[in-house]
Protein backbone atom coordinates (compact mmCIF):
# COMPACT_ATOMS: atom_id res chain seq x y z
CA UNK A 1 0.00 0.00 0.00
CA UNK A 2 3.28 2.53 0.77
CA UNK A 3 4.65 1.93 -2.92
CA UNK A 4 0.90 2.49 -3.92
CA UNK A 5 0.63 5.45 -2.08
CA UNK A 6 4.37 6.84 -3.21
CA UNK A 7 3.85 6.23 -6.91
CA UNK A 8 0.23 8.13 -6.90
CA UNK A 9 1.93 11.54 -5.25
CA UNK A 10 4.87 10.77 -7.17
CA UNK A 11 2.86 11.66 -10.88
CA UNK A 12 1.36 14.48 -9.12
CA UNK A 13 5.07 16.00 -8.16
CA UNK A 14 5.82 14.89 -11.75
CA UNK A 15 2.78 16.93 -13.22
CA UNK A 16 3.15 19.74 -10.96
CA UNK A 17 7.16 20.53 -11.30
CA UNK A 18 6.94 19.18 -15.17
CA UNK A 19 3.84 21.18 -15.96
CA UNK A 20 1.43 23.23 -13.63
CA UNK A 21 3.82 24.80 -11.41
CA UNK A 22 5.76 28.14 -12.41
CA UNK A 23 9.28 28.60 -11.31
CA UNK A 24 8.68 30.31 -8.58
CA UNK A 25 5.92 28.46 -6.97
CA UNK A 26 8.15 25.49 -6.84
CA UNK A 27 10.98 27.36 -5.03
CA UNK A 28 8.24 27.53 -2.52
CA UNK A 29 6.87 24.46 -2.05
CA UNK A 30 10.53 23.09 -2.02
CA UNK A 31 11.43 25.52 0.68
CA UNK A 32 7.98 24.41 2.07
CA UNK A 33 9.63 20.72 2.02
CA UNK A 34 12.56 21.52 3.44
CA UNK A 35 11.62 23.16 6.46
CA UNK A 36 8.88 20.51 6.76
CA UNK A 37 6.22 23.37 8.59
CA UNK A 38 2.76 23.38 8.04
CA UNK A 39 2.50 26.63 9.07
CA UNK A 40 4.98 27.90 6.29
CA UNK A 41 3.10 26.28 3.80
CA UNK A 42 -0.09 27.64 4.83
CA UNK A 43 1.26 30.67 5.06
CA UNK A 44 3.31 30.85 1.96
CA UNK A 45 1.87 28.45 -0.87
CA UNK A 46 -0.85 28.61 -3.49
CA UNK A 47 -4.07 26.54 -2.79
CA UNK A 48 -3.45 23.68 -5.01
CA UNK A 49 -0.46 23.18 -3.28
CA UNK A 50 -1.47 23.58 -0.34
CA UNK A 51 -3.70 20.65 -0.84
CA UNK A 52 -0.98 18.56 -1.87
CA UNK A 53 1.53 19.26 1.07
CA UNK A 54 -0.61 18.19 3.19
CA UNK A 55 -1.05 14.95 1.51
CA UNK A 56 2.60 14.09 1.32
CA UNK A 57 3.07 15.73 5.03
CA UNK A 58 0.63 13.14 5.92
CA UNK A 59 1.89 10.45 3.69
CA UNK A 60 5.06 10.88 5.27
CA UNK A 61 4.56 10.88 8.95
CA UNK A 62 2.04 8.25 8.80
CA UNK A 63 4.37 6.37 6.82
CA UNK A 64 6.82 6.64 9.73
CA UNK A 65 4.45 6.18 12.13
CA UNK A 66 3.70 2.41 11.22
CA UNK A 67 7.60 1.89 10.69
CA UNK A 68 8.62 2.68 14.14
CA UNK A 69 5.06 0.85 15.39
CA UNK A 70 5.68 -2.12 13.76
CA UNK A 71 9.91 -2.49 13.62
CA UNK A 72 10.60 -0.07 16.44
CA UNK A 73 12.67 2.28 13.51
CA UNK A 74 12.33 5.57 13.75
CA UNK A 75 12.74 6.40 9.53
CA UNK A 76 11.06 9.84 9.93
CA UNK A 77 14.14 11.98 9.01
CA UNK A 78 14.83 9.42 6.32
CA UNK A 79 11.61 9.03 4.37
CA UNK A 80 11.30 12.69 4.35
CA UNK A 81 14.95 13.37 3.04
CA UNK A 82 14.34 10.64 -0.18
CA UNK A 83 11.34 12.68 -0.85
CA UNK A 84 13.00 16.11 -0.81
CA UNK A 85 15.56 14.51 -2.46
CA UNK A 86 12.98 14.06 -5.84
CA UNK A 87 11.75 17.62 -5.16
CA UNK A 88 14.72 19.10 -5.42
CA UNK A 89 15.29 17.38 -8.48
CA UNK A 90 12.74 18.32 -9.62
CA UNK A 91 13.03 22.07 -9.19
CA UNK A 92 16.77 21.43 -10.99
CA UNK A 93 15.12 20.22 -13.95
CA UNK A 94 12.22 23.42 -13.60
CA UNK A 95 15.32 25.66 -13.88
CA UNK A 96 16.85 23.88 -16.97
CA UNK A 97 13.79 24.47 -18.89
CA UNK A 98 13.00 27.99 -17.59
CA UNK A 99 16.07 29.13 -18.71
CA UNK A 100 16.36 27.01 -21.39
CA UNK A 101 19.35 25.09 -20.64
CA UNK A 102 20.39 22.01 -21.78
CA UNK A 103 22.38 19.97 -19.72
CA UNK A 104 25.12 17.55 -20.71
CA UNK A 105 24.10 13.70 -20.74
CA UNK A 106 25.92 13.46 -17.61
CA UNK A 107 24.35 16.07 -15.81
CA UNK A 108 21.48 14.88 -16.86
CA UNK A 109 21.81 11.41 -15.68
CA UNK A 110 23.04 12.47 -12.58
CA UNK A 111 20.04 14.70 -11.95
CA UNK A 112 17.52 12.45 -13.65
CA UNK A 113 18.61 8.71 -11.55
CA UNK A 114 16.55 10.71 -8.89
CA UNK A 115 14.05 12.82 -10.43
CA UNK A 116 12.86 9.41 -11.92
CA UNK A 117 11.68 8.30 -8.45
CA UNK A 118 13.26 5.69 -8.26
CA UNK A 119 15.57 5.79 -4.84
CA UNK A 120 11.87 7.13 -2.95
CA UNK A 121 10.12 3.87 -4.34
CA UNK A 122 13.35 1.60 -3.74
CA UNK A 123 13.03 2.83 0.29
CA UNK A 124 9.22 3.02 0.43
CA UNK A 125 9.65 -1.19 -0.83
CA UNK A 126 12.09 -1.64 1.72
CA UNK A 127 10.22 -0.17 4.57
CA UNK A 128 7.23 -1.65 3.81
CA UNK A 129 7.99 -5.29 2.39
CA UNK A 130 10.82 -5.76 4.97
CA UNK A 131 10.65 -7.71 8.55
CA UNK A 132 12.65 -7.54 10.25
CA UNK A 133 14.46 -4.52 8.69
CA UNK A 134 18.54 -4.89 8.77
CA UNK A 135 20.61 -1.94 10.03
CA UNK A 136 23.51 -2.56 7.49
CA UNK A 137 21.13 -2.88 4.35
CA UNK A 138 19.50 0.01 5.40
CA UNK A 139 22.34 2.36 5.59
CA UNK A 140 23.86 0.78 2.51
CA UNK A 141 20.81 1.16 0.63
CA UNK A 142 21.01 4.98 2.17
CA UNK A 143 24.55 5.43 1.10
CA UNK A 144 23.04 5.38 -2.74
CA UNK A 145 25.52 2.48 -3.88
CA UNK A 146 26.30 2.16 -7.43
CA UNK A 147 23.74 -1.20 -7.62
CA UNK A 148 20.84 1.53 -7.28
CA UNK A 149 22.39 4.03 -9.54
CA UNK A 150 22.49 1.54 -11.68
CA UNK A 151 19.46 0.40 -11.62
CA UNK A 152 17.85 4.05 -11.44
CA UNK A 153 19.52 4.96 -14.44
CA UNK A 154 18.00 2.40 -16.37
CA UNK A 155 14.56 3.78 -15.44
CA UNK A 156 15.57 6.97 -16.41
CA UNK A 157 16.79 5.97 -19.78
CA UNK A 158 13.94 3.82 -20.49
CA UNK A 159 11.13 6.09 -18.94
CA UNK A 160 13.09 8.47 -21.74
CA UNK A 161 13.08 6.50 -24.54
CA UNK A 162 9.63 5.51 -24.06
CA UNK A 163 7.93 9.46 -23.56
CA UNK A 164 10.42 11.88 -24.02
CA UNK A 165 9.00 12.80 -27.53
CA UNK A 166 5.66 13.53 -26.43
CA UNK A 167 6.93 15.21 -23.30
CA UNK A 168 9.20 17.51 -25.15
CA UNK A 169 6.27 18.24 -27.32
CA UNK A 170 4.07 19.15 -24.49
CA UNK A 171 6.76 21.44 -23.49
CA UNK A 172 9.32 19.96 -21.05
CA UNK A 173 13.16 19.97 -20.04
CA UNK A 174 15.41 18.06 -23.11
CA UNK A 175 15.53 14.38 -22.11
CA UNK A 176 18.38 11.67 -22.12
CA UNK A 177 17.82 11.85 -26.27
CA UNK A 178 17.95 15.32 -26.47
CA UNK A 179 20.88 16.26 -24.34
CA UNK A 180 22.96 13.45 -25.81
CA UNK A 181 21.65 15.12 -29.45
CA UNK A 182 22.54 18.55 -28.35
CA UNK A 183 26.34 17.08 -26.96
CA UNK A 184 27.52 15.67 -29.55
CA UNK A 185 25.19 16.57 -32.98
CA UNK A 186 24.24 13.07 -33.41
CA UNK A 187 20.44 12.35 -35.18
CA UNK A 188 17.62 11.24 -33.03
CA UNK A 189 17.96 7.32 -34.24
CA UNK A 190 21.62 7.68 -33.44
CA UNK A 191 21.04 9.10 -29.38
CA UNK A 192 18.56 6.37 -29.06
CA UNK A 193 20.72 3.48 -30.40
CA UNK A 194 23.57 4.90 -27.86
CA UNK A 195 20.52 5.42 -24.92
CA UNK A 196 20.18 1.60 -25.25
CA UNK A 197 23.83 0.94 -25.69
CA UNK A 198 24.79 2.05 -22.38
CA UNK A 199 21.27 0.38 -20.89
CA UNK A 200 22.96 -2.76 -21.98
CA UNK A 201 26.24 -1.97 -20.56
CA UNK A 202 24.67 -1.41 -17.10
CA UNK A 203 22.50 -4.14 -17.56
CA UNK A 204 25.53 -6.08 -17.00
CA UNK A 205 26.79 -4.21 -14.12
CA UNK A 206 23.44 -5.12 -12.58
CA UNK A 207 23.51 -8.85 -13.35
CA UNK A 208 26.71 -8.76 -11.90
CA UNK A 209 26.18 -7.40 -8.89
CA UNK A 210 23.07 -9.82 -8.30
CA UNK A 211 25.71 -12.46 -8.60
CA UNK A 212 28.03 -11.10 -6.16
CA UNK A 213 27.69 -13.53 -2.92
CA UNK A 214 29.34 -10.33 -0.81
CA UNK A 215 26.76 -7.94 -1.44
CA UNK A 216 25.38 -6.85 1.69
CA UNK A 217 21.78 -6.80 0.35
CA UNK A 218 19.80 -9.67 1.01
CA UNK A 219 18.56 -12.03 -2.18
CA UNK A 220 14.54 -10.46 -2.13
CA UNK A 221 16.27 -6.57 -1.83
CA UNK A 222 18.07 -7.21 -4.79
CA UNK A 223 14.92 -8.73 -6.68
CA UNK A 224 12.89 -5.90 -5.48
CA UNK A 225 15.64 -3.84 -6.74
CA UNK A 226 15.45 -5.86 -10.11
CA UNK A 227 11.66 -5.73 -10.60
CA UNK A 228 11.91 -2.16 -10.26
CA UNK A 229 13.76 -1.99 -13.23
CA UNK A 230 12.36 -5.01 -15.43
CA UNK A 231 8.70 -2.97 -14.97
CA UNK A 232 10.39 0.14 -16.37
CA UNK A 233 10.81 -2.07 -19.70
CA UNK A 234 7.41 -2.91 -19.83
CA UNK A 235 5.88 0.34 -18.60
CA UNK A 236 7.60 2.63 -21.11
CA UNK A 237 7.88 -0.05 -24.23
CA UNK A 238 4.88 1.64 -26.07
CA UNK A 239 4.93 5.56 -23.77
CA UNK A 240 3.66 5.75 -20.31
CA UNK A 241 0.14 5.03 -21.04
CA UNK A 242 -1.65 8.47 -19.46
CA UNK A 243 1.04 11.23 -20.60
CA UNK A 244 -0.31 9.99 -24.31
CA UNK A 245 -2.83 7.67 -24.36
CA UNK A 246 -2.34 4.15 -26.51
CA UNK A 247 -3.90 1.63 -28.15
CA UNK A 248 -1.25 -1.29 -26.80
CA UNK A 249 -1.11 0.38 -23.24
CA UNK A 250 -5.33 0.29 -22.67
CA UNK A 251 -5.13 -3.52 -24.51
CA UNK A 252 -2.63 -4.95 -21.49
CA UNK A 253 -4.49 -2.84 -18.50
CA UNK A 254 -7.93 -4.34 -19.98
CA UNK A 255 -6.62 -7.89 -20.44
CA UNK A 256 -5.17 -7.94 -16.42
CA UNK A 257 -8.11 -5.84 -14.83
CA UNK A 258 -11.11 -7.51 -16.93
CA UNK A 259 -10.64 -10.19 -18.77
CA UNK A 260 -10.43 -13.95 -17.21
CA UNK A 261 -7.38 -15.99 -18.08
CA UNK A 262 -8.63 -19.16 -19.04
CA UNK A 263 -5.87 -21.41 -16.92
CA UNK A 264 -7.56 -24.86 -18.73
CA UNK A 265 -6.64 -23.44 -22.32
CA UNK A 266 -3.58 -26.19 -22.98
CA UNK A 267 -2.80 -23.81 -26.15
CA UNK A 268 -1.85 -20.47 -23.67
CA UNK A 269 1.98 -20.33 -23.65
CA UNK A 270 4.09 -17.47 -22.19
CA UNK A 271 5.92 -15.25 -25.32
CA UNK A 272 9.06 -14.06 -24.15
CA UNK A 273 9.88 -10.54 -24.70
CA UNK A 274 12.35 -9.44 -27.70
CA UNK A 275 16.29 -9.01 -26.87
CA UNK A 276 16.22 -5.97 -28.60
CA UNK A 277 13.29 -4.72 -26.55
CA UNK A 278 14.57 -5.76 -22.89
CA UNK A 279 18.43 -5.41 -23.22
CA UNK A 280 20.32 -7.19 -21.68
CA UNK A 281 17.20 -7.85 -18.97
CA UNK A 282 17.46 -11.23 -17.09
CA UNK A 283 14.24 -12.50 -16.02
CA UNK A 284 15.41 -16.02 -14.63
Not at 50 to 70: D, G, H, R, S, T
Not at 136 to 143: A, V
Not at 213 to 242: A, C, E, I, W
Amino acid sequence: MAVTIAIALITVIDDIYDVYGTLDELELFTAAVERWDIHYALNHLPDYMKLWFFALYNFVNEFAYYVLKQQDFDMLRSIKNSWLGLIQAGLVEAKWYHSKYTPTLGEFLENGLVSIAGPIVTMSAYLSGTNPIIQKELEFLESNPDFVRWSCKIFRLQDDLGTSSDEIQRGDVPKSIQCYMHETGASEEVAREHIKDMMRQMWKKVNAYRADKDSPLSQNTVDFMLNLVRMSHFMYLHGDGHGAQNQETMDVASTWLFQPMPLEDKHMAFTAPKADEFPECSFS
